[in-house]
């Protein structure tokens, strides 16, 4: 919602706003994505209380800059094309250029980063939940739930870690086995890359 409209309009409009965003998101991609988002979770519990939007917006902020550069560098080249060439000459104006002929053009890699991105944004909602900064009690979240089950492992209840520790693994391999799949799916080249290592394994059985 953030990195892609931004994505957009840098990489059409160019100039001096192309030149901040991508410093600013340069300097912002420049930090861990843990380190970033404990960063904005402490800065967001001065102004809202600890809870899911808290973490959810410090998870999220973490990953505009990825899809920030994705678009920007998509929209740089589709701009070029034939086709935005003919909008322009007709007098279309560059928002209905933007949103009519290079949003569907460059929009295509979004759901794979989208989905790899969600299976690191587990793991750092947990680590988050984890180190006190997340998602607070009495609310559920795994990354809390093997922080508070810390004591019970001590005690020799090692289930109450587990569970949440298999639920966060099984989860996080399942989406990045999707975005694997979806990056499979949609990108041409690794189509027929994997046409031709089935037709080539057949040939030599």
């Known amino acids: 919602g953030v990195g892609v409209p ?6 059409y409009l160019g100039g001096r706003l192309d ?12 930090f861990p994505p843990l380190i970033l988002a404990i960063i ?29 550069r994705v678009v920007r560098n998509h929209t740089l080249s589709v701009k070029e094309e034939t086709f935005v060439e003919a909008a322009r000459s007709l007098g279309a104006p560059p928002r209905t250029i933007i949103s009519r002929y290079i949003l569907f053009n460059v929009i295509q ?37 093997v922080s508070r089950a810390i004591t019970d492992v001590v005690s020799g209840f ?14 996080v391999a399942g989406l990045t086995m999707v975005g694997e799949g979806l990056n499979d799916i949609i990108n041409p080249l690794l ?3 994997g046409y031709q290592g089935e037709v080539t394994d057949k040939d030599e059985a």
């Open 6 to 11: 931004l994505g957009l309009f840098a990489g």
């Open 19 to 30: 030149r901040v965003l991508v410093f600013m998101m340069d300097a912002v991609y420049a």
């Open 40 to 68: 904005f979770a402490f800065v967001l519990q001065q102004y809202m209380s600890p809870g899911m939007p808290t973490a959810a917006i410090a998870v999220g902020a973490t990953y505009i800059p990825q899809y920030f």
């Open 109 to 145: 890699s979004v759901p794979v980063l989208f989905t790899l991105n969600a299976a690191d944004g587990v793991l750092t909602l947990a680590a988050l939940g984890f180190l006190g900064f997340g998602v607070q009690y009495p609310a559920a979240e795994w990354g809390l739930d």
């Open 158 to 171: 090692w289930w109450t870690a587990l569970f949440p520790g298999l639920a966060i693994t099984i989860l």
């Open 191 to 193: 189509r027929v890359r």
